[in-house]
């Protein structure tokens, strides 16, 4: 199993550009989420699924847009870039239930 | 609202020694806790993972426990070694099954064994 993956792992972009970061887990897990990390801050989440074609909001999804068309995906867009929006982005799955989240090796973007 | 705190915010020993790492949380209605290890510039490696109705968890040289009802968490990690060196972040997770399974994480330990 390669288990949680993303791509890019390096980003930069500009002010207003749009760009998807991609999430795949070939554990089949219902449950996929994206996290930000940021210095002071800790990780925070943005989105969750909880099943293909069930997403919801986290606790700062302000300018991100997700959808989950199979159990293995779950990207997260940006739709109009900003510095804010700087950070280390982590994508994190598990199975329903009191269990163990694996994280991926997350997407480092650059805003200018 | 939950809140996780780690302390200290950093840590060096040297090698060979035995070392505890802390972590409190305000809200004792958890479900489970998670201790995860980071280096520099990765991602989160699951370290290990107590629900509530545990006490420890022991995986190889480490060894984590959990007191729910004064909210902390200790890792304890035996004979350090160089390869240890990493930040070390603990998380808990309050919600319900069915619902976000949102983690809230402290900010983290970072921890260097010095040789």
């Known amino acids: 199993n390669a288990g949680v993956t993303q791509t890019p792992k390096f980003q930069v972009l500009k002010t207003g550009q749009s760009m998807t970061l991609q999430c795949a887990q070939d554990?089949?897990?219902?449950?996929m989420s994206w996290y930000r990390q940021d210095p002071g801050m800790g990780l925070r989440l943005i989105h969750y699924?909880?099943?293909?074609?069930?997403?919801d909001q986290g606790e700062v999804p302000n300018g991100y847009n997700v959808s989950r068309s199979t159990t293995e995906d779950f990207p997260l867009r940006l739709l109009s870039a900003a510095p804010s929006q700087t950070s280390v982005y982590f994508c994190?799955?598990?199975?329903?239930?009191?269990?163990?989240?694996?994280f991926g090796p997350g997407t480092r973007l650059t805003v200018t | 609202k939950q809140e996780v705190t780690q302390i200290p915010a950093a840590l060096s020993v040297p090698e060979g020694e035995n070392l505890v790492l802390n972590c409190s949380f305000t809200?004792?209605?958890?479900?489970?806790l998670q201790w995860f290890r980071q280096d520099p510039g990765k991602g989160l490696t699951s370290l290990l993972l107590i629900q509530s109705s545990q006490r420890e968890q022991t995986s190889g040289r480490l060894n984590a426990s959990l007191d729910k009802s004064s909210g902390r968490s200790t890792l304890y990690i035996a004979a350090s070694q160089p390869g240890d060196s990493a930040t070390y972040l603990c998380?808990?997770?309050?919600?319900?099954?069915?619902?976000?399974?949102?983690?809230?994480f402290g900010q983290g330990t970072r921890l260097t064994i010095n040789p």
């Open positions: 554990m089949n897990h219902e449950y």
């Open positions: 699924s909880v099943g293909a074609g069930i997403t």
């Open positions: 998380a808990v997770r309050n919600d319900k099954p069915q619902g976000a399974q949102k983690l809230v």
């Open positions: 809200d004792s209605a958890i479900y489970n």
């Open positions: 994190a799955s598990s199975t329903q239930g009191f269990n163990e989240q694996y």
